[in-house]
Nanobody, 127 residues
Framework: QVQLVESGGGSVHAGGSLRLSCAGA????????IAWFRQAPGKEREPLLC????????YFTDSVKDRFTISRDSAQSTVYLQMNSLQPEDTGVYYC????????????????????WGQGTQVTVAS
């Protein structure tokens, strides 16, 4: 559907921080729910957290509530994932994804049926 582009991945030592960025078309970024997912090698893609222009933010997993936050810039053009206190188990490919529609644009709908995906950005956390 629409294209999203992630950036900001890299390598960091345990305890460090990274901020990932997700950019897309203006309509998408202003009206879609935007969520972050990650996929570790050999594992299923894991939904992390979400931001919506209509119902705010939501965490899809409790495991990152104390370390990861999602936000938008003031121009509403970029969604960020701030990751603090990174650990080796956070290693993986991180994706942003979008979902539109009357209900799909709400994070409260949950982590399924996101259909606009970025290419992913690699995050590697060394011990």
């Amino acid at each position: 559907q629409v294209q999203l582009v992630e950036s900001g991945g890299g390598s960091v030592h345990a305890g460090g921080s990274l901020r990932l960025s997700c950019a897309g078309a203006e309509w998408t970024m202003r009206h879609y729910a935007i969520a972050w997912f990650r996929q570790a090698p050999g594992k299923e893609r894991e939904p992390l957290l979400c931001i919506s222009p209509y119902d705010g933010t939501a965490y899809f997993t409790d495991s990152v509530k104390d370390r990861f936050t999602i936000s938008r810039d003031s121009a509403q053009s970029t969604v960020y994932l701030q990751m603090n206190s990174l650990q080796p188990e956070d290693t993986g490919v991180y994706y942003c994804a979008g979902r539109g529609g009357l209900t799909g644009s709400n994070c409260s709908k949950g982590p399924n049926n996101f259909d606009a995906w970025g290419q992913g950005t690699q995050v590697t956390v060394a011990s």
